[in-house]
């Protein structure tokens, strides 16, 4: 059971249109057009639909695929990694583990320590500056 759950209208109503397509329709933003992907300023990224925080800056690295990737998530309890069968592939699709909302996917083509490339769509994301 998710902690936030809210109707289809009630997300549209508090999401931009992309963020919807991505968070709510499990939609994919084009590589290279996130600010998320190119930033390098410490702090945490939460989700961009309950502030959930999901990720450091201190696992983030540039994996060059255009999408904001990092080797592991804050906590355990932060994401949900489920089978991804859609558009004829066999992928683990990560979800926000608070409110469901689709933020990307887990590959297993990332760095050390973990081998693990979280490949994550920035609109789904919001960063928070460290103090």
């Known amino acids: 059971m998710r902690e936030i759950v809210k109707s289809e209208e009630e997300w549209q109503k508090e999401l931009t249109g992309m963020q919807c397509f ?3 329709e499990k939609g994919t933003e084009r590589p290279f057009t996130s600010p998320l992907n190119d930033n390098k300023e410490e702090g945490i990224y939460v989700c961009a639909a309950c502030d959930t ?7 983030k690295y540039e994996s060059g695929s255009g ?6 998530p804050i906590g355990e309890q932060s994401v949900e990694e489920i089978v991804d069968n859609s558009h004829g592939m066999i992928r683990t699709e990560v979800i926000c ?13 990332g760095p050390k320590p973990t081998g693990l490339r979280y490949c994550m769509n920035g609109v789904a994301l919001k960063f928070v500056k460290a103090a």
């Not at 999408?67 to 592991?72: C, E, G, H, K």
């Not at 608070?98 to 996917?105: E, I, N, P, Q, S």
Request: glycine share 10%; aromatic share 18%; proline share 7%.
């Open 22 to 24: 991505v968070l709510r």
């Open 53 to 59: 925080p999901l990720f450091s800056s201190e696992t």
């Open 67 to 72: 999408w904001p990737s990092f080797f592991t």
């Open 97 to 109: 583990r608070t409110c469901g909302g689709h933020l990307g996917h887990v590959f297993n083509d």
